[in-house]
């Protein structure tokens, strides 16, 4: 498969999804809102100070460096990839659109709690899945919220997810090797 029939695959995605969800563009607009710079400060700080109080510094150490190291790389590599973001936006961006900051960011959050929630010994099986589902739909809504407001490329969506999966990944190890 080509890079032209991907990025041609890419276009038409954006097409379906954002027509198709177009009717619900204030929620999105609501939704996307949230991640922006102080947003994501508040999201940080906010996730440390409960991570630190209510599970350990550890954990809370580990959600800062994440999420903090998923922002600043997912907007250094906008300037790296330079993707012209989509026409149409529904929203005003100033920078490239390839990857997603708002999917990254929100995925780094998103999965940060599951790791806790699988790991977490005093939680019920249904307060885990609980908690995982809830997890998963807002990675998933503010993913869905860029492609809706046509700000960003499905591909660019993915794109933000797989950074934020590899940089807790790498964190995590880390992490885990400096508490042995």
């Not at 038409?12 to 999804?17: E, H, N, R, S, T």
């Not at 949230?34 to 400060?41: H, K, R």
């Amino acid at each position: 498969m080509s890079l032209a029939t991907i990025l041609q695959f890419d276009s038409a995605m954006l097409d379906f999804i954002s027509h198709a969800l177009g009717g619900y563009s204030t929620f999105f607009v609501f939704i996307t809102a949230l991640f922006g710079f102080l947003g994501t400060i508040c999201f940080i700080v906010v996730g440390f100070l409960l991570f630190r109080r209510y599970v350990s510094l550890s954990w809370a150490t580990l959600y800062a460096l994440s999420v903090t190291s998923i922002a600043l790389t997912s907007n250094s590599l906008k300037n790296v990839f330079g993707r012209i973001r989509p026409s149409g936006s529904l929203t005003v961006e100033n920078s490239f659109s390839f990857p997603s900051s708002h999917a990254a960011i929100s995925s780094a959050i998103g999965i940060i709690v599951i790791m806790w929630a699988i790991k977490e010994k005093r939680l019920s099986n249904k307060i885990k899945g609980l908690i995982i589902i809830l997890s998963l739909t807002f990675i998933f809504v503010i993913g869905l919220s860029r492609i809706v407001l046509r700000v960003h490329y499905p591909i660019d969506v993915l794109g933000g997810w797989v950074l934020s999966v590899c940089i807790i990944f790498i964190l995590e190890k880390v992490i885990s090797r400096l508490n042995s």
